[in-house]
Each structure stands twice: as structure tokens, then as C-alpha cells.
Nanobody, 127 residues
């Protein structure tokens, strides 16, 4: 069992930055691939970023590539999402998720392939 808790969301102006954190308890991220997803009002949940369990490679949605960075601190059992140059269209609830031994890109991008989810943290970007 993995319990995920996100933090770091808030209100920021366009062009600003936020760093989201996802702390895992119960089991470590050592056997799970961490991912970030988001869901805006009236829209479906979408993939944001993930790290392959086997290679440590990071994958991003085209909409955030070059602006967001996912990272993992194994000593703290925490995953981060650094978000820079934020845009109003980034406004959403952001969710952290964990996929057991996740490594294939197609599975990392698919929300239904994840085993555990956090409760989400709201990010609002004003124009």
C-alpha cells in the first residue's frame, strides 16, 4: 500500500512558478514510477509528467515540455513537479500517482495504469 500526499498548490500570476511535492508513505517510490496528472474543470484528467522506474527517464506532455520538471528525491521518498512560466491554462487540480514498476512510455502516460493516487492539490494561474 502506498499513501500519497500532495502539497504546494496555490494561486500564482501568469509567468510565475510553483513547486508541487508528493510525499509517499507505506512503501517507497523505489519500486514505483511516479507521475503527475491534472484535471481542469469540465475537462478530462490528463497526463503531465512521469519518471520511468527502470531508467529514471522523465516524460512530459507537449503542453508542459520545457516549462515543467519532474524530479525524485529517494532519500525523502518525495517527488516534485517544478512548474515555471505558468499559464492560465495550467489551472487545474494536480494529482500525484504511482505505478508499480512502471517503465513503458505508453503506460506511464495512461492514468488507468497507475495503482495509487493522491488527493490532489489546486493550482490556479491568474492572467
Amino acid at each position: 500500500q502506498v499513501h500519497l500526499v500532495e502539497s504546494g498548490g496555490g494561486l500564482v500570476q501568469a509567468g510565475g512558478s510553483l513547486r508541487l511535492s508528493c510525499a509517499a508513505s507505506g512503501r517507497t517510490f523505489s519500486t514505483y514510477a511516479p507521475g503527475w496528472f491534472r484535471q481542469a474543470p469540465g475537462k478530462e484528467r490528463e497526463f503531465v509528467a512521469a519518471i520511468s522506474w527502470s531508467t529514471g527517464s522523465a516524460y512530459y506532455a507537449d503542453s508542459v515540455k520545457g516549462r515543467f520538471t519532474i524530479s525524485r528525491d529517494s532519500t525523502k521518498n518525495t517527488v516534485y513537479l517544478q512548474m515555471n512560466t505558468l499559464k492560465p491554462e495550467d489551472t487545474a487540480v494536480y494529482y500525484c500517482a504511482a505505478q508499480f514498476l512502471g517503465q513503458e512510455v505508453e503506460r506511464l502516460r495512461a492514468g488507468h495504469e497507475y495503482d495509487y493516487w493522491g488527493q490532489g492539490t489546486q493550482v490556479t494561474v491568474s492572467s
